[in-house]
Structure formats: C-alpha cells, structure tokens
C-alpha cells in the first residue's frame, strides 16, 4: 500500500471513504488493527518523544487527521489526497457495524458522557451491538480493562482517551487484545453525547475546526503550539531535503 512519509511517520495514501471500507475487510477477516488518526500535534510529539514515537511504529495504520498534515504532503509535493479523521472514520464504521451487527466496545470519557454516548448510538444504530463499556479514568498499567475487553471479545474497540494517552495504551495492550480492530478517536464521545458540539459544517469546509476548537476551548492554547513548530520542520525539509 502507498505511504507518504512527513517526518518519519507513513500517512497512508487513502481517502476517507476508501479507509472505512479497507477496516471494513479486515474486520470482515478478523485481522488485529491498530489505527492512529494522526494531526500535527502527534507527529511532533513523536519527533520529541522516543516512546510516542514507537507507539506510532506499532499501527497498521496512520493516517491523516489534520489539514496541517495535508497542507504539508502539498508543500513537499506528494500530496495526500484528503483528511481522514477519527470522528468520521468512527461514524462510517458504526454504520457499516449496523449493518454487520458487529460487537462494538466503547473506552474512554467521563461516566456520564460514556452512558450519554451508549444511549446515543444504540438509538441511531439499533443492530449494533455495544458489549462493554469502561470510562477512561484508569491506571495505564491496569489490567482491569485488558480483561473486561478480551471478556467482551469486540469487533470495534473505539479509544477516547485522547492523544497520546489512547495511542500509548492501545500499543501497550494490542498483544494481549483480541483479533479486532482498535482506533483512537479522541474526544468523539464527547460529540456524539452533545456534551461538545462538532465545529459547523463551514468551519469544516474552510479547514478551520482547530480554530473552532480553540475559540470553545481557549485552553486547548498551549496544544496549538505544535502548529507554528510543525510548519517550521515542514519549511526546513522543503529547503533543505534533510529528513527531520
């Protein structure tokens, strides 16, 4: 499969319709994937974090969550041909598990967003079927989770811990886990309950969700941070073809 590479990660050349189905299939085969929808944020960290950077080397998959990591396969000229985000990757596969009546477990967020979200999906999605849940307020080193998900033995196990804590414990676990597909999905729980609102569809269309996430979250500040020191590497690559 194609990859472009941006600062030592392998983004996987896909659209956003073609990764669903590919996670269909291996789903379908009962294939272990461990997917990280990844934005700047992530790479950087994984440039600066020699542990973040091996839990990104564990993924079947990365692939491009962010118009930054778009704008930069443009700027080095192998272009990625468009974002693949956690939220719409998490819809379209609770779509098809409709279909499929695929066992579905949900970890991450606080208790209440977690049964907001369950009552949520369950009346849009009436033949999924959610074996488990576990809020995302646990030890790292817990086993406890580990166990209740190889008990629940889920097709889907949808992780909203947020970056990089759901990439660090998917990778830490994945060997112990059950053949089935594992995907962070960041604050999607959130959205779904309607305890946070998705940015509005024009905000989505002129690439600007972050700064609608910023203006709602003014202390999201400091994560933005990545994004100027993102585009910097970016620029230095361009004019300098020297891998960073």
């Not at 294939?31 to 091996?54: D, G, Q, R, S, W």
């Not at 000229?77 to 719409?88: A, H, I």
């Not at 230095?236 to 020297?242: D, Q």
Request: charged share 25%; hydrophobic share 45%.
């Amino acid at each position: 499969m194609r990859h472009i590479t941006i600062m030592n990660v392998p983004f996987l050349f896909t659209t956003q319709k073609s990764f669903s189905s590919l996670l269909a299939e291996r789903i379908e085969k009962k294939l272990k994937t461990f997917v990280i929808t990844a934005n700047p944020e992530i790479v950087m960290m994984a440039k600066e974090n020699p542990a973040i950077k091996e839990n990104v080397k564990r993924a079947t998959y990365v692939v491009a969550d962010g118009i930054g990591i778009i704008k930069a396969s443009q700027i080095l000229k192998n272009p990625l041909p468009e974002r693949v985000t956690g939220y719409d990757t998490m819809m379209q596969l609770l779509s098809i598990a409709d279909k499929k009546s695929y066992r579905i477990f949900l970890l991450g967020a606080q208790q209440e967003t977690l049964e907001k979200t369950e009552d949520a999906l369950k009346k849009r999605y009436p033949s999924i079927q959610i074996v488990g849940k576990h809020h995302g307020f646990f030890e790292m080193t817990s086993k406890h989770v580990t166990e209740q998900i190889m008990e629940a033995s889920p097709d889907i196990t949808f992780v909203a811990l947020g970056a990089p804590r759901q990439e660090e414990w998917i990778a830490r676990n994945l060997s112990a886990l059950p053949n089935a597909l594992y995907i962070g999905v960041g604050g999607s729980f959130d959205v779904i309950a309607g305890t946070v609102k998705r940015a509005p569809v024009i905000f989505q269309k002129l690439n600007l969700e972050w700064f609608y996430r910023l203006v709602k979250q003014p202390s999201r500040w400091r994560r933005m941070l990545a994004l100027p020191r993102f585009a910097v590497h970016i620029l230095k690559v361009k004019f300098t073809r020297n891998p960073l």
